[in-house]
T-cell receptor, first 113, second 115 residues
Framework: LAKTTQPISMDSYEGQEVNITCSHNNIATNDYITWYQQFPSQGPRFIIQGYKTKVTNEVASLFIPADRKSSTLSLPRVSLSDTAVYYC??????????????FGKGTHLIIQP | GAGVSQSPSNKVTEKGKDVELRCDPISGHTALYWYRQSLGQGLEFLIYFQGNSAPDKSGLPSDRFSAERTGGSVSTLTIQRTQQEDSAVYLC?????????????FGPGTRLTVT
């Protein structure tokens, strides 16, 4: 079961780009990297998923270096509404089973005006 | 269509009582997950159902916890002889689990308070 390490908290300001890095040194060949966002009193919401290199969607980008031992979630031009907890998950859950379903404590991102 | 729904939204029970928490996944989703989130903590995996396969119960914290999924759809998480440390938000999620798409869709959770 791949273990992830993220910063406990980060601060930034509106309009800035925010990068949150997750370390996963023992990632396995078949593991995917997934990021979720959670607001208070809500369930987590999927942001982005990737396997290698770079993935971009309408809300974020995910950068994964060649060795895949870390990944960086990039949020462009954050707003106050991006204040939330961000979780990095690593695992292979395609074949069934709970591998990779460890959310950890996440990174509490606080955006200030 | 509707998202994942959970009931009740809040449950207060006395220590020692049994409780049942319900999850209605998104129609057609084959995978269903239960998590527990204590105040200020991350999500703790409890149990995972995938299609007709035997569930992965590796996250259940004790034998007081059990879950079933009837007809591949609705799931019930049962906690017997509740303890104060069982107080938490219990989250359910479902996913389609097709190749390349493992996004989990979460319900709003059930806040359980054991007094």
């Amino acid at each position: 079961l791949a273990k992830t390490t993220q910063p406990i908290s980060m601060d930034s300001y509106e309009g800035q780009e925010v990068n949150i890095t997750c370390s996963h040194n023992n990632i396995a060949t078949n593991d995917y990297i997934t990021w979720y966002q959670q607001f208070p009193s809500q369930g987590p919401r999927f942001i982005i998923q990737g396997y290698k290199t770079k993935v971009t969607n309408e809300v974020a980008s995910l950068f994964i270096p060649a060795d895949r031992k870390s990944s960086t979630l990039s949020l462009p031009r954050v707003s106050l509404s991006d204040t939330a907890v961000y979780y990095c998950l690593v695992g292979d859950y395609r074949e069934g089973g709970a591998d990779g379903l460890t959310f950890g404590k996440g990174t509490h991102l606080i955006i200030q005006p | 269509g509707a998202g994942v729904s959970q009931s009740p939204s809040n449950k207060v029970t006395e220590k020692g009582k049994d409780v049942e928490l319900r999850c209605d996944p998104i129609s057609g989703h084959t995978a269903l997950y239960w998590y527990r989130q204590s105040l200020g903590q991350g999500l703790e995996f409890l149990i995972y159902f995938q299609g007709n396969s035997a569930p992965d119960k590796s996250g259940l914290p004790s034998d007081r916890f059990s879950a079933e999924r009837t007809g591949g759809s609705v799931s019930t998480l049962t906690i017997q002889r509740t303890q104060q440390e069982d107080s938490a938000v219990y989250l359910c999620a479902s996913s389609l689990v097709l190749t390349g798409d493992y996004e989990q869709y979460f319900g709003p959770g059930t806040r359980l308070t054991v007094t």
